[in-house]
């Protein structure tokens, strides 16, 4: 699977967007990017994942570019609950491709 | 809530005991894993569950030893374990291990004295 690269940590204010963002430069045809994050003392929650085209859920949009060697997740409200590690995983689909690795993610702090 | 039940929330045990985590989904997966997430580092698969069969086993001791008697239950058995095997330990299930988004439990806090 492809490595991906998040700064590791980011501010941003209540109720402004959070935009965070990955590098997978090395990433293949046949990879999908995957967003998870990490709230003190729960489990990783899954919010996204896409494969070239924009997605967007109720949770998050997701932006990847054209040549699909970065992505950015954006929180278009963001509130004090979105405080978190995001994790930014890119592996393929199908098969038995079962492994997540998860790198270091980046820490998303809102402040009022 | 995440569909996906981990008890107990924290556990205490000595080096000689023999202790058990228990994970539970009923969200219609059939698929379960663990993971152990030790501090600072990340997230490390032990292993896979596909169908109630274990497909994958990434060089775990031998003395964390998985059961998954159906694919609603996962557990792992815990047995003459060190100080570094304290860590925080995550179950997941998803939908068949292609891709597929894994649901992830809250994670037993485990503490090895």
């Known amino acids: 699977d492809a490595k991906t690269t998040q700064p590791p940590s980011m501010d941003c204010a209540e109720g402004r967007a959070a935009n965070l963002p990955c590098n997978h430069s090395t990433i293949s045809g046949n990879e999908y990017v995957y967003w998870y994050r990490q709230i003190h003392s729960q489990g990783p929650q899954y919010i996204i994942h896409?494969?070239?085209n924009n997605e967007t859920n109720e949770m998050a949009s997701l932006i990847i570019t054209e040549d699909r060697k970065s992505s950015t997740l954006i929180l278009p409200h963001a509130t004090l609950r979105d405080t978190a590690v995001y994790y930014c995983i890119v592996r393929a689909f199908g098969g038995t491709a079962s492994k997540l690795t998860f790198g270091t993610g980046t820490r998303l702090q809102v402040t009022l | 809530e995440t569909g996906v039940t981990q008890t107990p929330r924290h556990l205490v045990m000595g080096m000689t005991n023999k202790k058990s985590l228990k994970c539970e989904q009923h969200l219609g997966h059939n698929a379960m894993y663990w993971y152990k997430q030790s501090a600072k580092k990340p997230l490390e698969l032990m292993f896979v569950y596909s169908l109630e069969e274990r497909v994958e086993n990434n060089s775990v001791p031998s003395r964390f030893s998985p059961e998954c008697p159906n694919s609603s239950h996962l557990f792992l058995h815990l047995h003459t374990l060190q100080p570094e095997d304290s860590a925080l330990y995550l179950c997941a299930s998803s939908l068949g291990t292609g891709g597929q988004p894994q649901h992830f439990g809250d994670g037993t806090r485990l503490s090895i004295l």
């Open positions: 896409g494969l070239k």
